[in-house]
């Protein structure tokens, strides 16, 4: 199977314009994910609107592709994007231009949920563990999955779900292993122009979480799971913590 990474990245950030631009040790955030994709995937590209993206990404030497100013979601121009580029890929993988530590462990994670033949689309999971505090579990910027048992996502929440009826929240996350969603997602190609031709759902209006769309009108969702902490970088406080973060891995 041949896979295709597509990075969208905007400029026009309500909450950190310019985010792909910043610069966190020394490198654009852009190129740090990009260098996180290259190599992991049969190619990979950024996917922008904005014409200062893709002067940054040439500069770098990365591959990018002009798409649309109209799009609403990431998945909308990710499939524009697979249009332009072409080719036989089997697999569109969709990667955040915000995150910037994303590891080959956890692409690879997500490229293994398609050894499953009947997988329509996949993303990735990390447990939270008992040891966190409960305000990470309460984070509604932080999205809850639960699973079947066939490791297929039954919901997606900002609430935390389960809810314990029978247990103080000082044990919840003892009781049951929650897992925190990462928002890396992979389609199959065709699966890919399907679902954005979808309207938008009451779900996914109602939670803000666009995945919710694809579940309510039936299709799967595999889930791989991953034990590795991200930071992703959705303001100016964000870009601090990812630089500290990196600063120490050194």
């Known amino acids: 199977m041949k896979f295709l990474g597509i990075i969208p990245a905007r400029y026009a950030s309500t909450r950190f314009p310019g985010k792909p631009l910043a610069l966190l040790g020394g490198k654009t955030v852009?190129?740090?994910?990009?260098?996180?994709?290259?190599?992991?995937?049969?190619?990979?590209?950024?996917?922008?609107?904005?014409?200062?993206?893709?002067?940054a990404v040439k500069a770098f030497g990365g591959k990018v592709v002009m798409t649309s100013v109209d799009h609403k979601s990431g998945t909308d121009r990710c499939y524009e994007a697979c249009c332009k580029i072409g080719g036989d890929f089997d697999v569109v993988v969709n990667i955040q231009g915000d995150e910037p530590f994303i590891t080959h462990s956890q692409l690879q994670a997500v490229r293994a949920c398609f050894d499953d033949p009947t997988t329509q689309i996949a993303t990735l999971v990390k447990p939270f563990t008992a040891d966190e505090p409960f305000a990470a579990l309460e984070n509604?910027?932080?999205?809850?999955?639960?699973?079947?048992?066939?490791?297929?996502?039954?919901?997606?929440?900002?609430?935390?779900?389960?809810?314990?009826?029978?247990?103080?929240?000082?044990?919840?996350?003892?009781?049951?292993?929650?897992?925190?969603?990462?928002?890396?997602?992979?389609?199959?190609?065709g699966v890919l122009k399907e679902i954005t031709a979808l309207a938008q759902s009451s779900l996914e209006l109602a939670e803000?979480?666009?995945?919710?769309?694809?579940?309510?009108?039936?299709?799967?969702?595999?889930?791989?799971?991953s034990d590795v902490e991200t930071i992703g970088i959705d303001t100016p406080e964000d870009l601090k913590r990812a630089e500290t973060f990196l600063n120490n891995r050194k």
């Open 140 to 189: 509604v910027n932080s999205p809850k999955v639960v699973l079947n048992a066939n490791r297929n996502a039954l919901y997606f929440s900002r609430s935390i779900i389960p809810y314990q009826r029978n247990a103080g929240q000082e044990d919840w996350l003892k009781n049951h292993t929650y897992y925190k969603h990462i928002g890396l997602y992979a389609y199959r190609t």
């Open 208 to 225: 803000s979480l666009e995945q919710l769309r694809w579940l309510e009108n039936g299709y799967t969702i595999k889930v791989g799971l």
């Open 30 to 55: 852009i190129q740090r994910v990009y260098e996180q994709v290259a190599g992991v995937l049969d190619d990979a590209y950024v996917a922008t609107d904005d014409e200062r993206i893709e002067t």
